[in-house]
């Protein structure tokens, strides 16, 4: 212990001869993974190289091998059991999110299609005055002049054609945000 204390290799390469398969059967027990024990060996015999000053202090070496490995080895297994734990709550998190996106894409898609029938159900003038106003952008005295109507006439076609739409959203339990959000999409 004295050598490998003053940095010589070849005590430390005795030690390491005497101890390391040893510790790793101790560490392919804890880990069953041959890499994984293989590392283990290298990381303890290189916290024996680095700690090397005290080991003329230690009364019995191979109890003291023993200990730094079996600490090291759960300390290992601990945070490979940590990085499970969150690569799993990782995982539970983007199928929350997956599943609310496709869920949005779905019922976004469902208001879209009421959106439309809602439309189709209109009558002919009524539909007219709300697409001209709604996806053409024509305010309401533009659309009376395009129609030759009124604008009274037009903004009444224009709140039947909402009121109907509104109604026939609450009918297939549509929301009204949802709704807007359907009318804005199809207008793009």
């Known amino acids: 212990m004295e050598l490998v204390a003053e940095g ?20 392919l027990a ?7 024990a293989e590392e283990v060996v290298q990381d303890i015999f290189l916290k024996l190289w680095t700690r090397r000053s005290e080991l003329p202090s230690i009364s019995k070496l191979e109890s003291y091998i023993f200990i730094i490995a079996r600490n090291h080895i759960l300390n290992l297994l601990r945070n490979i059991a940590r990085e499970k734990a969150m690569l799993q709550e990782h995982r539970h998190q ?28 209109l009558p002919p003038q009524q539909r007219t005055v709300f697409m001209l106003h709604r996806k053409h952008g024509l305010r309401l005295h ?29 009918l297939h339990g549509l929301d009204i945000t949802l709704l807007l959000l359907a009318a804005e999409k199809y207008f793009e």
């Not at 010589?8 to 560490?27: C, I, K, M, T």
């Not at 804890?30 to 994984?36: G, S």
């Not at 002049?145 to 109907?164: E, F, Q």
């Open 8 to 27: 010589d290799e070849n005590a430390f390469r005795f030690l390491f001869e005497s101890y390391s398969d040893r510790v790793f059967g101790v560490a």
């Open 30 to 36: 804890y880990t069953r993974v041959p890499q994984m």
């Open 94 to 121: 983007w199928e929350d999110v997956h599943a609310a996106a496709a869920e949005t894409v779905y019922m976004h898609k469902q208001s879209q299609q009421v959106f439309e029938e809602a439309l189709l159900r």
């Open 142 to 170: 533009e659309v009376a002049d395009r129609l030759s109507l009124s604008r009274n006439t037009v903004r009444n076609h224009l709140a039947r054609a909402m009121a109907s739409i509104r109604e026939y959203a609450k």
